[in-house]
């Protein structure tokens, strides 16, 4: 499990955003701040993955807090903030958070910049030394409906694979995807893995009466 501090100096807000992450898979939140006196505290001590970061605190700015944390801890951020002054944004930027995302927002937004880093963080750590495209990726890629494709993967037989997956909301395998598309079962997971790593697709496992599990497909909702 990704574990998340929320901070948020408005309680309401930070409960709902605090249910966003909930109800993300793969993601719980470890604890809720509403001051930045009381974030740089909780992130000391319960050392989450991700920081989810407002601007305007009681006590001094996200900006104040982001640098605190830039100096003293190993944590991944992302603003989430009503400001919306070209400074502030140039100073969240200079201070390395992964997103700004600027309020009011719907779940989706936050779902898809959460599984956007959930997918680089499993991306960095299968990585034994990174390529140029996986540098790209880490440093400039956003969640997209038109994700850039690997090597021998073409944009035709991705979005034959993509109208497979919506045709079936409920999840395919493999061996159904290419059957449905003509394709070879081996492209087809090529494909449908691609879609995970990307943030866009989800996998789970479903057991058979014998032999191995199966992987089944499904596109997460609204992707």
């Known amino acids: 499990m990704i574990r998340v501090l929320v901070v948020d100096d408005d309680f309401m807000v930070a409960k709902v955003h605090s249910g966003y992450v909930a109800r993300t898979e793969g993601f719980e939140v470890v604890g809720v701040a509403h001051t930045g006196g009381d974030a740089l505290r909780l992130v000391a001590s319960l050392k989450p993955d991700l920081v989810l970061l407002d601007i305007y605190l009681p006590d001094q700015s996200g900006i104040e807090v982001l640098k605190s944390l830039r100096a003293n801890e190993d944590v991944d951020v992302i603003v989430i903030t009503a400001a919306t002054d070209v400074e502030t944004v140039r100073s969240a930027m ?90 070879a079962r081996v492209s087809a997971r090529r494909y449908l893995e691609h879609f995970v790593s990307t943030g866009r697709a989800e996998v789970r496992l479903r057991y058979g009466g014998t032999g191995r599990p199966e992987r089944i497909y499904a596109l997460v909702p609204g992707a």
Do not use: M, W
Not at 144 to 172: H, I
């Open 94 to 183: 200079r201070g390395g958070v992964l997103h700004y995302l600027i309020k009011p927002f719907d779940y989706s937004a936050l779902r898809d910049q959460l599984a956007h880093f959930a997918s680089l963080r499993e991306k960095l750590h299968r990585l034994g030394s990174a390529g140029q495209a996986d540098v790209d990726q880490v440093f400039g890629a956003r969640p997209t409906s038109k994700p850039l494709l690997p090597k021998g993967l073409t944009p035709e037989t991705a979005r034959l694979v993509e109208n497979a997956l919506r045709s079936r909301p409920e999840g395919l395998s493999a061996s159904e995807c290419a059957s449905s598309t003509g394709v």
